[in-house]
């Protein structure tokens, strides 16, 4: 089920232009050209994040976000607040209100899917946490993701300039416990002691940022912290590449303090609670929908998300099915053991996690095999996301104990056919991930179209 995103604005322009750049990454997109009427829709629909207008007529988007954020009903919907304000007052005031981010006019499609993408993850495990008890355990799962809200951070600070370090550092330090470190090599070895946010400088003269968050994201023991990227405005290109990588999120340089603090006090209310389902949660949760040892949707959340995306395709608006294998996983388990081989699917989930749209369905569907579907996507687009996806895995080795991991991934990819089930297109997608082992393995395939009777 794609996500659904409120944008509140009182100009029809301003409107219009959101909706296109939401509705083109297939967002399901609901407007409002008011503040009472995005209040009402945010009250009595499902809404998974609210682009907000700051400055409005009648009631701004100052006073729309404090009532949203006072009210059980929205209270943990993400707010992104809209605005051509550069003034300082205006986004403390914003962050007062509980806005969780912020973007400015004129608006920058990068910035502005960065900050969706990362909210949307922020809301799906806040969700988690709200519905992982029962229906009396809603106020007390508030209530722990208020407390885990509230906690400090352990923060990493890597750049090659002292006065850049403790221009990010000071604001920080007054709530969290910041280490400033100028060399990557002990940056790998600090970032292994309790450390809950990485801040790493791409545009420092002396070592290559992007390779430091690459080394990050191939050591098993520190893949999974969360990496905020201080990134050139003007160099989009080392922007995307990061992403890819796996960093977590950006903030340009030179580094505005408000939308700092709005960037790490989301990174860091992620791993919180992201820490929490794992630690307290992992056995119920594996039994609902999620995947305890990647964090991914479970089998059962990957059915359920297809009887939706089923019934909204149709021959001209298909969706594909990607299966992915680890190849000769068995091996890695048989030879190296079964944490090694965890640390393995860890990985593959993050990369895949990273470098799919938001709207596609990743699931963990048994062992060490990966499925997702992509709403809308041919079969041809469906290869290419799974090519170069293979490509990023077979290209980067993994990080155990100090030594190098060569990991490949095979798949296979099936478009959704006219009178076809879910499992129907799964079927001829699983024939072409065996057609790709069998071929070699390290390659992706695409189904043949079953010939008509």
């Known amino acids: 089920m794609s996500a659904r995103i409120l944008v509140v604005d009182d100009l029809a322009p301003n409107i219009h232009l959101l909706q296109v ?59 992104v607040m809209v605005t051509a304000l550069d ?30 993408r990362s909210l949307l993850r922020l809301k799906m495990v806040t969700d988690q946490l709200l519905t992982h008890g029962s229906d009396n355990d809603v106020e007390s799962s508030r209530q722990l993701i208020e407390r885990l809200s509230q906690r400090s ?18 604001p920080l330090q007054d709530r969290h416990s910041v280490q400033l470190c100028r060399d990557p090599k002990e940056a790998l070895k600090l970032a292994e002691k309790n450390t809950d946010l990485i801040i790493v400088s791409l545009i420092s003269e002396k070592f290559d940022g992007l390779r ?31 992403y890819d990588i796996g960093i977590t999120d950006t903030v340009m340089y030179p580094v505005e303090v408000q939308e700092l603090l709005a960037r790490v006090n989301t990174q860091l209310r992620r791993k919180f609670y992201a820490d929490s389902l794992r630690d307290d949660f992992n056995e119920s949760l594996e039994m609902v929908v999620s995947d305890p040892l990647t964090g991914l949707g479970n089998r059962r959340f990957f059915d359920r998300n297809m009887l939706s995306m089923s019934e909204q395709a149709t021959e001209n608006k298909p969706y594909s099915m990607i299966i992915f294998d680890v190849d000769n996983f068995k091996r890695v388990n048989d030879i190296l053991g079964h944490d090694v081989g965890d640390s393995v699917l860890k990985r593959i989930a993050s990369r895949l996690a990273s470098n799919l749209r938001a ?3 990743i699931s963990r569907y048994g062992g060490e095999e990966f499925v997702i579907a992509m709403p809308n996507t041919k079969a041809n687009a469906a290869h290419m996301a799974a090519d170069r996806i293979r490509a990023l895995i077979s290209g980067s080795p993994v990080s155990i104990d100090g030594e190098a991991l060569n990991v490949t991934v095979s798949a296979g990819v099936a478009q959704f056919r ?11 997608a699983d024939e072409a991930l065996y057609k790709a082992k069998q071929g070699g393995r390290d390659q992706v395939l695409i189904a043949k179209r079953k010939k008509a009777a």
Not at 153 to 170: F, P, Q, S, Y
Not at 213 to 222: F, L, Q
Not at 419 to 426: A, C, Q
Request: aromatic share 6%.
């Open 21 to 79: 750049k939401l509705q083109a990454e297939y967002y399901d997109v609901l407007t409002a050209s008011s503040g009472e009427e995005g209040l009402e829709i945010a009250k009595n629909e499902r809404v998974d994040l609210v682009l907000l207008d700051a400055m409005m007529p009648g009631m701004d988007g100052f006073e729309v976000c404090a009532k949203l954020k006072s009210d059980p009903r929205t209270w943990q919907i993400p707010v």
């Open 212 to 242: 430091f968050c690459a080394r990050v994201r191939s050591d098993a023991r520190i893949s999974e912290v969360p990496i905020l990227a201080i990134g050139d405005p003007y160099n989009e290109a080392n922007l995307v590449r990061a």
């Open 87 to 116: 003034d300082t007052r205006d986004r403390i005031r914003g962050l007062e209100a509980g806005a969780d981010d912020f973007v400015t006019k004129p608006i920058d499609d990068f910035n502005l899917m960065a900050r969706v």
């Open 153 to 170: 951070g352990n923060i990493l600070v890597v750049d090659d300039h002292i006065r850049k370090l403790e221009k990010v550092a000071d």
């Open 359 to 361: 709207v596609d369905v």
């Open 418 to 428: 006219e009178g076809e089930t879910p499992k129907d297109v799964f079927k001829r």
